[in-house]
């Protein structure tokens, strides 16, 4: 089961992370802590691939459903030999969850072996997938990502470098993504033109890193070198990084996607050089300026609640409390109760603190709403433990419009806030009042940074399809 959509009902994306050692030492130890830092990011399934590019460059590659310390143990990792590393965690946002659609995808094709890591969905890859096929592709996995990887090897052999290949697939396909790839000697970060996905590059001594979150380039003990820019295709060979701006197919009005800032970045993480603690502080504040209310204490639901519900004190004047203990230790393996047993998934994840609540107005500070199921829960459990008010703030927008990028919103007939006005859910979570973060502070949270806030206002930074891709090849 996937841990943080038991208090959310979002999924998440995915992770991607690659390690390339100039010197030739082995990394698949590296991406392994890579990935352990980014296993936020997606929880059902996980995978490394490495290739040795001074030597036979075979591609030797381990993927299995699970968590990272599931799936890898020593002797796997020993086993994995090569420079060069391309790591994924997956939540299944296209495709469905089985064990081959697991990544990295591993490709052999006539210039060798190539392996990519994807975050991400392609808009277009429903058609792209029927052209290949009308060409003779068969592809083995229900994936987007395989699209991707069979135009990069066709665009190959066209031709000279591998770089060309990408920025000629790039221009085929449409969506968010965020990619790391392995040809044979070559390691290669790539962002989407709108930067919907994040991608940063990070260097410890020889060895250069790409990560989805620079959080993953701390784990591994590197120094964080910059963001890969949108629409940017960066190469590491043994000579270094090397990025060709007449590769780039940037557009003008980037688009990163504010729910990173909001909920799926690691706190500690800094994409496009912003702080997310600072962004989640800043919409708590613009929270308690919107929706201020008379309260004894503000509380955070775990864990990206927390930081906003701390901006939230900091504006207010309340103090800021913890109520809840979240027990961290809920893998994949959890048996979600059945509808028929007393204990709700909540429950076993959360529990409230009731020396800090009891007797209190409680201002509870989340990061989002979306079936309203999960809310209501955590109210009561609030109530039960004897708070007198439970006051809701929501450092999202009420979500009305299914994400076409790769982020699992699930469809309108089950988001509350598409059939029910603020008031209704209110009075359905039985919060005593409810406020949510205004669309137009958004940008409060991201400065000059342009962003994508389709799922909250419908205003998609590109054409979409009329049905969710993520259904498509299902
Ligand atoms: S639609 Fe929402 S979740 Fe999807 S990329 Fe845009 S802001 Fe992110």
């Not at 991400?120 to 003779?136: D, F, M, Q, S």
């Not at 509808?339 to 009731?354: A, G, P, T, Y």
């Amino acid at each position: 089961m996937d841990d943080r959509k038991l208090t959310t009902g979002m999924g998440e994306e995915c992770g991607v992370f690659g390690a390339y050692d100039m010197e030739g030492g082995d990394v698949a130890s590296s991406v392994y802590y890579g990935l352990f830092a980014l296993q936020h990011r997606g929880q059902e399934s996980c995978g490394i691939a490495v290739t040795d590019t001074y030597g036979e460059r075979k591609v030797h590659s381990r993927k299995g459903l699970g968590l990272v310390n599931e799936v890898f143990d020593e002797e796997t990792l020993d086993s994995l030999k090569g420079n060069l590393g391309v790591g994924h965690v997956r939540y299944s946002t296209a495709g469905g969850t089985r064990a081959e659609n697991a990544m990295p995808l591993v490709l052999n094709y006539v210039k060798g072996t190539l392996s990519i890591a994807h975050n991400g969905n392609i808009t277009n890859a429903v058609e792209l997938r029927h052209e290949l096929e009308y060409t003779g592709a068969i592809f083995q996995t229900t994936i987007d990502s395989e699209v991707i990887a069979y135009h990069i090897a066709r665009e190959r052999l066209k031709t000279k470098k591998v770089e060309e290949a990408v920025k000629s697939a790039m221009k085929k396909i449409e969506g968010g993504y965020a990619l790391v790839i392995s040809s044979p000697r070559k390691m290669i970060g790539v962002r989407d033109p709108f930067g919907l996905k994040p991608l940063c590059i990070g260097k410890r001594d020889h060895t250069y890193f790409l990560a989805s979150e620079s959080c993953a380039i701390a784990a591994v003990g590197a120094e964080f070198v910059r963001d890969v820019a949108p629409g940017e295709i960066v190469s590491f060979t043994k000579h270094g990084e090397k990025s060709d701006t007449s590769m780039s197919i940037a557009v003008e009005k980037q688009a990163r996607c504010i729910f990173e800032y909001i909920y799926f970045a690691r706190t500690d993480s800094k994409i496009d050089d912003v702080n997310v603690y600072h962004a989640r502080i800043v919409a708590g504040k613009a929270l308690a300026q919107s929706y201020p209310v008379e309260a004894d204490l503000v509380v955070g639901v775990p864990d990206s609640g927390l930081v906003a519900a701390k901006g939230y004190s900091e504006q207010s004047g309340i103090p800021y409390g913890m109520a809840f203990h979240k027990n961290s230790y809920v893998g994949r393996t959890f048996i979600k109760p059945k509808q028929s047993q007393r204990e709700s998934s909540v429950k076993i994840k959360l529990n409230v603190i009731e020396e800090v609540v009891k007797g209190k107005r409680i201002v509870m500070v989340d990061d989002s709403i979306v079936r309203g199921t999960t809310c209501a829960n955590i109210i009561k459990m609030l109530k039960k433990a004897g708070a007198k008010e439970v006051h809701v703030r929501i450092s999202s927008p009420p979500f009305l419009y299914p994400c076409y990028f790769g982020t699992d919103v699930p469809s309108n007939d089950q988001l509350i806030a598409h059939s029910h006005t603020t008031e209704e859910i209110r009075e359905m979570i039985g919060a005593d009042s409810l406020g949510y973060m205004e669309v137009g502070k958004l940008k409060e949270m991201v400065g000059e940074l342009g962003y994508c806030d389709a799922c909250f206002t419908g205003n998609y930074p590109m054409k979409v399809p009329g049905k969710d891709v993520s259904l498509a090849f299902e």
